[in-house]
């Protein structure tokens, strides 16, 4: 039986490494629209 402190640093482990997948998926969508939004940008331009 795992000690409380290996349990606890397995339960953080797991909830940082979920929290940086989930700001890493926001941060590729919100770069997706940004890059959509200048080539929308650079179109209407041309």
Do not use: F, K, Y
């Given at each position: ?9 397995r ?6 490494r ?29």
């Amino acid at each position: 039986m795992p000690n409380l402190a290996e349990s606890l640093a397995r339960d953080i482990d797991t909830t940082l490494r979920t929290g940086l997948e989930t700001m890493l998926c926001a941060a590729g969508a919100w770069l997706g629209r940004e890059n959509e939004s200048e080539i929308g940008q650079q179109s209407e331009v041309a």
